[in-house]
C-alpha cells in the first residue's frame, strides 16, 4: 500500500509564496517521475511541473520563473516552491508519482495526492 500525502496550501494574497510537500509512504520500491498538476473550479486536472529521478525538471509556461520543482529522493518527497503568486494560481494542486512496489518491483503505478487548496486573494 503507497500513500502520497501533501502540506502547504492555504490562503495567501497576490505576490505572496507558498511551499507545497508530498510525502510517499508505504511499500515503495521505487519512484520515477514526480509532479504537480492543478485542478481549478469547473476545469480538468492540468500539470504544472515535473521532474525525474536524477532532477530533471520541466514546467507549464504560465509558471515558469515563479515556481520551481524539487525533490529529496532519501525522504521520498516532492516540493513545489510558488513564488509571485497570481490569482489565477487558485486551484486544488494535487501531487503525482510513478512507484513501483516492493509487492511488483518493475512494474510501475500512477499514485495521486488528496489534494490540497491553495488560494491567491487580489
Known amino acids: 500500500q503507497v500513500q502520497l500525502v501533501e502540506s502547504g496550501g492555504g490562503l495567501v494574497q497576490a505576490g505572496g509564496s507558498l511551499r507545497l510537500s508530498c510525502a510517499a509512504s508505504?511499500?515503495?520500491?521505487?519512484?520515477?517521475?514526480m509532479g504537480w498538476y492543478l485542478q481549478a473550479p469547473g476545469k480538468q486536472r492540468e500539470l504544472v511541473a515535473a521532474?525525474?529521478?536524477?532532477?530533471?525538471?520541466n514546467y507549464v509556461d504560465s509558471v515558469k520563473g515563479r515556481f520551481t520543482i524539487s525533490r529529496d529522493n532519501a525522504k521520498n518527497t516532492v516540493y513545489l516552491q510558488m513564488n509571485k503568486l497570481k490569482p489565477e494560481d487558485t486551484a486544488v494542486y494535487y501531487c503525482?508519482?510513478?512507484?513501483?512496489?516492493?509487492?511488483?518491483?518493475?512494474?510501475?503505478?500512477?499514485?495521486w495526492g488528496q489534494g490540497t487548496q491553495v488560494t491567491v486573494s487580489s
Open positions: 521532474i525525474t529521478r536524477d532532477g530533471r525538471a
Open positions: 503525482n508519482a510513478d512507484i513501483s512496489t516492493i509487492e511488483t518491483p518493475g512494474i510501475w503505478y500512477q499514485y
Open positions: 508505504g511499500m515503495i520500491f521505487s519512484i520515477n517521475a
